[in-house]
């Protein structure tokens, strides 16, 4: 066992400089403040991965058709992941009525409210709502109006999922012309990987 021959006071450990912003924003952090609701309800496990990439990118076709709806901690990898073409008027038209399809399925299938509202324009659904949650434990009537509320949210992401899965499938089989759905056109649900030819879902 070897000893130091170095005199006086030991070293003093390094100071972290790791800086985990003011107080106020790391109480936030800690309460999930900064997370946005459709972040909340895949944290929760009220959605799945695949439910939480379909209201993202719902959100993204209604911003290249609109404009962004309201303020997001979402950078949008789509965008950036894909060429610049949004000044492109055929690549424009083709979100766009990607937009509307979807859409409209959610107006026939009559879930277009709840998932608009948590999607697109981020707001709070009453299943999050603290008051209505304290309300839940005490009133049963209170406790199956949101485990019906979560059903329709996620009832609605699946005829998004199912639709634009099944939209992928027909494109890799041929069955639509690839200048009408191009590989940024069908949501990104195909991925072309560098080397590794073709790549299903957003994963």
């Excluded at 209604?62 to 979402?74: E, I, K, M, Q």
């Excluded at 707001?123 to 309300?135: C, I, S, W």
């Amino acid at each position: 066992m070897a000893f130091t021959t170095r005199r006086g006071r030991p070293p003093k450990a390094a100071a972290d400089t790791t800086d985990f912003g003011t107080p106020e924003l790391r109480f936030k952090h800690a309460h999930g403040v900064t997370a946005e609701p459709i972040d909340r309800c895949y944290e929760k496990q009220i959605i799945t991965k695949t439910h939480h990439w379909c209201g993202l990118h719902l959100r993204w076709l209604y911003t290249v058709r609109y404009g962004a709806p309201s303020l997001t901690t979402h950078y949008d990898w789509e965008r950036d992941s894909a060429p610049r073409t949004a000044d492109d008027p055929n690549w424009r038209r083709q979100r766009e009525a990607e937009y509307h399809e979807a859409t409209a399925l959610l107006r026939t299938r009559l879930h277009y409210e709840p998932v608009m509202r948590l999607c697109v324009y981020n707001e709070l659904p009453a299943f999050l709502a603290p008051t209505l949650l304290a309300r839940a434990w005490d009133e049963p009537a209170m406790a199956e109006r949101l485990s019906h509320a979560q059903q329709r949210l996620r009832d609605g992401l699946d005829i998004l999922a199912i639709h634009w899965k099944r939209q992928a499938a027909l494109w890799q089989k041929g069955k639509i012309p690839l200048k009408l759905h191009t590989k940024h056109g069908i949501s990104a649900w195909i991925r072309f990987a560098p080397g590794a030819g073709i790549c299903y879902g957003p994963w």
